[in-house]
């Protein structure tokens, strides 16, 4: 191969790791992906905890879905498996009226093992919705909730479902 064809190549090949790095960094920063925290992020789990998050939660009012799932989607597990004098409060914050999933009562839901629950995102649509799995510890699967934006509130969940096996008191829910 001729100096000429090497010295080709080599630009060639600068130009082409250049244009790959430029589209990384805009689908990085399109994405909205420039969180400090890492994904998928935990939340504490301890024994008799009562959960307080505030009534203008940042992650509510952002349409970044991955922060959704990682922060808020962990919180909202929380809340709903954990027995605290505010819990219906919290779920009028974080829930549709008309939620699947919404009105179990916490009596039905079983203790999960994890001390931390791990939230991540699974799908996103251009349209507001967003599904999020969050881990409890259960090895059978994680909570799977589905959220929607609403232009007033922010992201609202519509959907709250644990493992068929593990998380539900009667097994049947």
Avoid at 1 to 7: A, I, L, N, Q
Avoid at 74 to 79: A, C
């Amino acid at each position: 191969m001729s100096r000429k064809h090497r010295t080709m190549l080599a630009l060639l090949s600068i130009a082409l790791t250049a244009v790959l790095l430029l589209l990384g960094w805009a689908g990085r920063h399109a994405m909205g992906r420039a969180s400090d925290e890492p994904t998928p992020s935990a939340v504490e789990m301890t024994a008799g905890a009562k959960p307080r998050p505030s009534k203008t939660d940042p992650s509510l009012k952002t349409r970044d879905a991955q922060r959704l799932c990682g922060q808020t989607a962990p919180k909202v597990v929380t809340l709903y498996v954990t027995d605290s004098p505010d819990r219906s409060r919290l779920l009028d914050e974080y829930f549709t009226t008309q939620a699947t999933g919404r009105n179990v009562p916490v009596s039905h839901i079983k203790p999960q093992p994890a001390k931390q629950f791990a939230g991540a995102l699974n799908v996103e649509q251009p349209l507001g919705h967003a599904v999020c799995s969050v881990n409890t510890g259960l090895q059978s699967s994680p909570w799977m909730l589905e959220f929607d934006w609403e232009g007033t509130f922010g992201w609202r969940c519509t959907s709250v479902q644990g493992p068929i096996q593990g998380a539900y008191a009667d097994d049947r829910l």
